[in-house]
């Protein structure tokens, strides 16, 4: 069974600086790599998959990248809105999320 | 537009089973290569996959909570459902229905939520 970690497990930003998040699997998952964003009382929201295709609808702000056992999750610059928990997903495994904070 | 929608009792007592409800609408719970698949949260943690079933009626289950576990299809209603037996207070959570796109070259994503239900086990 793959287990998904991510780091850090919490990143204190402010509007306008770059986020970097990083998932990391304990064997090759290819590029079978997703991203979420959730917020308070919402529903988790796709932003990537396979590793670096953006879902319909999410700003160009944020890019994936990686393959095999790392991967990154980058906001290159970020909006209030953007401050909210961020999981990586492999099929039937959630990593334990990275939270974006002030 | 797809949406999904979650449905059931929001309390359930321990030892009984949880059942719930995800109603499919704005697309067809038929449509090749989307499975569909529960997802739980228990309140300030992080996500789990339960399982997931595809219009076949074929499933797979978290090996965790394999033993407890029943997913099934209504194509004729478009929704999915969801059991889970024995049930305890480490089950309380908010309960996920999602649409899970998984291609032959490609991995898993799931595209489509439900805005989630929160059920409470009481002793």
């Known amino acids: 069974e793959i287990v998904l970690t991510q780091s850090p497990a919490t990143l204190s930003l402010s509007p306008g600086e770059r986020a970097t998040l990083s998932c990391r699997a304990s064997q090759s998952v290819r590029n079978y790599l997703a991203w979420y964003q959730q917020k308070p009382g919402q529903a988790p929201r796709l932003l990537i998959y396979d590793a670096s295709n953006r879902a319909t609808g999410i700003p160009a702000r944020f890019s994936g990248s990686g393959s095999g056992t790392d991967f990154t999750l980058t906001i290159s610059s970020l909006e209030a809105e953007d401050f909210a928990i961020y999981y990586c997903q492999e099929r039937n495994t959630f990593g334990p999320g990275t939270k974006v904070d002030f | 537009q797809v949406q999904l929608r979650e449905s059931g009792p929001g309390l359930v007592k321990s030892s009984e089973t949880l059942s719930l409800t995800c109603t499919v609408s704005?697309?067809?719970?038929?449509?090749?290569?989307?499975?569909w698949s529960w997802i739980r949260q228990p309140p300030g943690k992080g996500l789990e996959w339960i399982g997931y079933v595809y219009n076949s009626g074929s499933t797979k289950y978290n090996p965790s909570l394999k033993s407890r576990v029943t997913i099934s299809i209504d194509t004729s209603r478009n929704q999915f459902s969801l059991k889970l037996n024995s049930v305890t207070a480490a089950d309380t959570a908010l309960y996920y229905c999602?649409?899970?796109?998984?291609?032959?070259?490609?991995?898993?994503?799931?595209?489509?939520w439900g805005q989630g239900t929160l059920v409470t086990v009481a002793s």
């Open positions: 999602a649409r899970d796109f998984r291609g032959g070259d490609s991995g898993s994503y799931l595209d489509y």
């Open positions: 704005g697309g067809s719970v038929t449509r090749g290569s989307y499975y």
